[in-house]
């Protein structure tokens, strides 16, 4: 079976540039969680999706935004560029919504110059 | 809100000995406790769980212990190998809506030949 697999792989923007990335979660899984992580540190918890809906979103600004499909895949959408927006951006998937397994795919490195 | 402390920060041991990291957690309502590894450059990795209802899980060099009462669980690996070498990371749920998992700083495992 397929696990998580996230699109693309590295990325390079400038600021004030606008980028969207993609997930599709592992066959099964309903919910789809998405993290960022800055080097040396732990991932920081953006949003949670199950059922297409929104459960949970981290202390982010407005600018990062994300949706779910009926596929259950989901999209991680970050307007307005800054430079700190430099990161690796992981996507996790789970059965559902609530204190499951995790499954993270190998992220998105998003360069912001 | 949850609160998640991990020590140590680094932790170095010489192969074929045995490591344990600790976490605290603040909320005494957590019930779901994760524990991933990352090696350099990939995904968080899933390696051992547990639930609020056991003490302790093993699966083959590695284990996880609770103690619900002082609110800390601890990561054992026995027999170290170099490939044990990376950071790890535990894991406790924000307990409110927010469906969130709160992570520790991470653990930076040397295995010394």
């Known amino acids: 079976d397929a696990g998580v697999t996230q699109s693309p792989t590295h990325l390079i923007k400038t600021r004030g540039q606008q980028v969207t990335l993609r997930c599709s979660p592992i066959s099964g899984h309903k919910s789809v969680s998405w993290y960022q992580q800055v080097l040396g540190q732990g991932p920081q918890f953006i949003f949670q999706?199950?059922?297409?809906?929104?459960?949970g979103r981290g202390n982010f600004p407005d600018r990062f935004s994300a949706r779910q499909f009926p596929n259950y895949s989901s999209e991680l959408n970050v307007n307005a560029l800054l430079l700190g927006d430099s990161a690796l951006y992981l996507c996790?998937?789970?059965?559902?919504?609530?204190?499951?397994?995790?499954?993270f795919g190998d992220g998105t490195r998003l360069s912001i110059l | 809100g949850e609160n998640v402390e991990q020590h140590p920060s680094t932790l170095s041991v010489q192969e074929g000995d045995s490591a344990v990291i600790k976490c605290t957690y603040s909320?005494?309502?957590?019930?779901?406790f994760p524990w991933y590894k990352q090696e350099l450059g990939k995904r968080p990795q899933l390696i051992i769980d547990i639930r609020s209802n056991v003490g302790e899980k093993k699966d083959q060099r590695i284990a996880v212990t609770l103690n619900k009462t002082a609110k800390h669980f601890s990561l054992h690996i026995t027999e170290t190998q170099p490939e044990d070498s990376a950071v790890y990371f535990c894991a406790a749920p924000q307990m409110d809506s927010n469906y969130q998992l709160i992570w520790g700083a991470g653990t930076k495992l040397i295995i010394k030949p």
């Open positions: 996790a998937s789970s059965l559902s919504e609530w204190n499951q397994p995790q499954h």
């Open positions: 999706y199950y059922e297409k809906e929104e459960r």
């Open positions: 909320d005494s309502a957590s019930n779901y």
